[in-house]
């Protein structure tokens, strides 16, 4: 036997091994959108944790395979050059990002994702180790749909208890996650019906994708109906140009079976959606396609936009940093207000954690460099695959690539206006259908090819091990924290707020980029009256988890502890930002208190009366002009505060009391607020009585 072949039985386990990947793969590709915690934050969240443990355990798997045959045979993507210049950009974005740890943490979800893409495109040898793919691929959308339709029959609960769209959350948290999961994968699916030799396959597929395609239009997202659309027209136009007649003829019986399905599933769908809706938009003075934008929250999305345009604005090369548009948002929404274009917006902004545009939140967080790496992303794979069509001399192929591009196409025009690159679920469908494409079932143009053999190819899969292990760890030790972090909320809404601290501070100990949990550790602290350590958490919060509620309170805190400019400039991003009500009256409290620590009483009443006229139910700002008043010796004014201030006080706590008291369904965190309101009333309560008695 020649010295570099491998011996039988290590050739018929390595044929094993390469069994085994596509079958864990597939297995990972059905569990992922499946997988929820109702312990953690967000449905993604634990999603997210999942994959990584997952791709790190089949990435070892992968070096295993090529350890035991001797040789590492590994194909590289053309892609995989503009990739890197991502990860590059990403880096250099570290330079003027507000949290560098955020930057790492995203980064490091990127490129397991695409080594996932790797795995696939080299696991994936035989056009059956596709139909395994596609069908974990569909059967798990399939039953994510199922999920999600009991939820709107009231049949299994959904996350407010009652029936109809609210209640349609299924396994992705979120009815227009689902929309788009599923949309990506309607496409890719039909090659179950045109290509496996069983037909049990195909005739499971069929009513499976029919199922799908009817969960996508039950959503009622505009967006995943337009991608839709834009897939089909990419479809006959790729058909047009590449003529894969034959599979289509030898296939004929099944697809118009398919086409019959979906044309019924379609009409059910219809009363209540599209076709009457076009009758109703054509009737409208404003145009259809402006009545899909404001229905579909095209205006509110277009805020988030303009937001991310100034944050390239000020960092146009590199970005803020990879995943620090949330960071940034509130300060560069009251920027943007600040334009003209922003006075148009007369309507309250709510924060955003995505920009609800991929390209303008990478164009935001990476800058130019990094767009410049998307772009380059997106070219070299529509190249790829044109070069892939063009070679292939199997029509079947062709035909087959054709319905994997228009799995690409709904993603790519879906983040227009959502962001999928960022959920687990729908990443996971676009980075498989390109591991798909580029895998030698579909040949062996636009790839690299190199081979890794003796201490070369042990160190690489000691490495990938290593980094596998390390990666994993940090993501069970984050999730750990994550469900410290949800159950110390849960305690601190129940009122126990020493065990609230226990478990907050050891959900700190175990992140390795901590960002809200530093907020509700400082709120605990607050009751607690240990000031010193609020403010210490506080500080740690303002650059790792920001909104409203956050500049609220650390502007509130540092008015106390007389850190005047940080509480000033606090309230004047906040009321730069034009928020609600309910935080507008308390930040101009908050510049009222700072106006009196600075001794500009005069500026101060000025600023009560005015809040107070605009408020009328503010108890609160009735309290401090009855003080300011009483310094001044304006006995009957400060009376008249006073007592102002108690009858807006009583009422709320009786409001809040018959709430507890109706005996109806409310939640741990209801609870909490409710309990939370009881206590500061009875406490402002005692203080404005306290204040009658004392005045002459």
């Not at 990584?52 to 045959?69: C, E, Y």
């Not at 609960?157 to 309607?186: K, V």
Request: charged share 15%; net charge neutral; proline share 4%.
């Amino acid at each position: 036997m020649p010295r570099n072949q491998p011996a039988p039985s290590r050739e018929a386990l390595a044929c094993v091994l390469d069994k085994a990947l596509v079958y864990t793969v597939a297995l990972l590709l059905l569990s992922i959108p499946l997988f929820i915690l109702t312990t953690v934050s967000e449905y993604g969240y634990g999603k997210t944790i999942f994959a990584l443990v997952g791709i790190s355990l089949l990435s070892i798997l992968w070096g295993a395979t090529g350890w035991v045959k001797g040789t590492w045979k590994i194909h590289w993507p053309w892609i995989t050059a503009p990739f890197l210049g991502f990860v590059v950009a990403s880096l250099l974005s570290l330079l003027f990002a507000v949290n560098g740890r955020v930057v790492i943490q995203s980064l490091v979800l990127v490129v397991f994702f695409f080594q996932l893409s790797l795995v696939i495109a080299n696991v994936v040898r035989e056009r059956k180790d596709v139909q395994i793919l596609l069908f974990a691929l569909l059967l798990s959308g399939f039953l994510a749909s199922l999920y999600g339709l009991l939820q709107y029959l009231g049949v299994l609960r959904g996350p407010f208890g009652g029936t109809g769209l609210p209640e349609l959350i299924s396994t992705l948290g979120n009815r227009n996650y689902l929309g788009g999961f599923l949309a990506y994968l309607l496409f890719p699916s039909v090659i179950l019906v045109i290509s496996p030799r069983w037909r049990w396959v195909r005739a499971v597929s069929i009513p499976m994708i029919a199922f799908c395609f009817g969960t996508a239009l039950l959503v009622q997202q505009t967006a995943v109906v337009v991608s839709l659309a834009v897939a089909a027209i990419a479809w006959g136009v790729g058909w047009a140009i590449f003529r894969p007649v034959t599979p289509l003829r030898k296939n004929r019986l099944w697809i118009l079976i398919l086409l019959a399905l979906l044309v019924i599933t379609f009409l059910v769908e219809a009363p209540s959606g599209p076709l009457n809706s076009v009758v109703g938009l054509s009737a409208d003075e404003q145009s259809w396609i402006g009545r899909i934008w404001e229905q579909q929250g095209g205006k509110a999305r277009s805020w988030d936009w303009w937001v991310g345009w100034e944050m390239f604005v000020d960092s146009p090369v590199v970005g803020v940093g990879l995943g620090n548009y949330k960071l940034n948002f509130l300060f560069y929404k009251a920027q943007f207000l600040a334009t003209p274009r922003g006075e148009a917006y007369t309507f309250y902004i709510a924060r955003a954690a995505q920009a609800h545009n991929d390209y303008v939140q990478a164009l935001a967080e990476v800058g130019i460099l990094g767009m410049l790496a998307v772009l380059g992303f997106i070219v070299t794979l529509a190249v790829s695959l044109w070069i892939r069509l063009r070679q292939s001399k199997d029509e079947q192929a062709r035909l087959e690539l054709l319905f994997l591009a228009c799995g690409i196409i709904p993603f790519l025009v879906h983040a227009l206006v959502s962001f999928p690159a960022h959920l687990p679920a729908s990443s996971l469908v676009f980075i498989a259908i390109i591991g798909i494409i580029f895998s030698r079932a579909y040949g062996h143009g636009t790839v690299w090819t190199r081979s890794l053999s003796g201490w070369p190819l042990r160190a690489a899969v000691s490495a990938i091990a290593v980094i596998g292990i390390v990666i994993s760890s940090f993501a069970v030790s984050d999730l750990s924290a994550n469900i410290l972090m949800y159950e110390g909320v849960q305690q601190m809404q129940r009122g126990n707020d020493y065990a609230a601290e226990a478990l907050l501070s050891k959900s700190l100990d175990a992140d390795f980029a901590p960002r809200q949990t530093y907020y509700h550790l400082a709120m605990v602290e607050l009751r607690l009256e240990r000031f010193d350590d609020a403010w210490e958490n506080l500080e740690m919060c303002m650059t790792r988890f920001l909104d409203e509620g956050v500049y609220l309170t650390y502007a509130n805190l540092a008015a106390k502890r007389r850190e005047l400019a940080k509480a000033q400039a606090a309230v004047d991003v906040l009321l730069a930002g034009r928020p609600l009500d309910v935080v507008e009256q308390q930040a101009r409290y908050i510049e009222a208190v700072i106006a009196t620590q600075e001794g500009d009483y005069g500026r101060a009443v000025q600023l009560l009366e005015a809040l107070t006229q605009d408020h009328p139910n503010y108890e609160t700002g009735f309290i401090a002009l009855g003080d300011l008043y009483a310094a001044q010796g304006l006995w009957n004014s400060a009376r008249r505060s006073l007592e102002t201030a108690l009858e807006l006080v009583d009422n709320k706590l009786q409001s809040a009391s018959e709430k507890l008291k109706a005996g109806s369904f409310i939640t741990v965190a209801d609870y909490g607020q409710i309990r939370a309101e009881i206590e500061l009333q009875t406490q402002q309560r005692d203080i404005v009585i306290d204040r009658l008695n004392s005045l002459p």
